[in-house]
């Protein structure tokens, strides 16, 4: 890389060219656009996900990466745990949610179209740990 700061060049990725070959979580699809891998990234990871109508994904987290989430269709909605209890925060186009570093979580499409966010993530790859619950190994009953 040259030491002239200024004067690098800018990354496109488009649209039609996102990769697949990223961190993935059963009932979902993430497509990676800016990465490490593709563009040269050092601190920033973004890209889609999708998820097909009635579908929940896995749980899982990210690690040690924020991530943000822009609702672009659909109605999907995010699930995390809160003590004993799941809560869900109901989207819609054009809705933003944060997820903090290490959050188990899990995406859910209750509506009748595909659900697509576009993910921004504060590390150049896609971090992602499935889980087998959004509890911790001593699970409440719920």
Known sequence: MSD???HRPLKQIRGGALGGDTGQTTGMTRWEAISGKTADAEK???GQTHVAPGVKSGDHHHGEAET???VVSGTPAFVFAE?????RLETQPGDYIFVPPYVPHREEN?????AVVVIARSSQEAIVVNLESLWP???PDR
Do not use: F, S
């Open 4 to 6: 002239d700061l200024w």
């Open 110 to 114: 209750p509506g009748a179209e595909e």
């Open 44 to 46: 920033l990871w973004m």
């Open 137 to 139: 190994d001593t699970q």
């Open 68 to 70: 943000a989430i822009y």
């Open 83 to 87: 003590g004993d209890k799941e809560v």
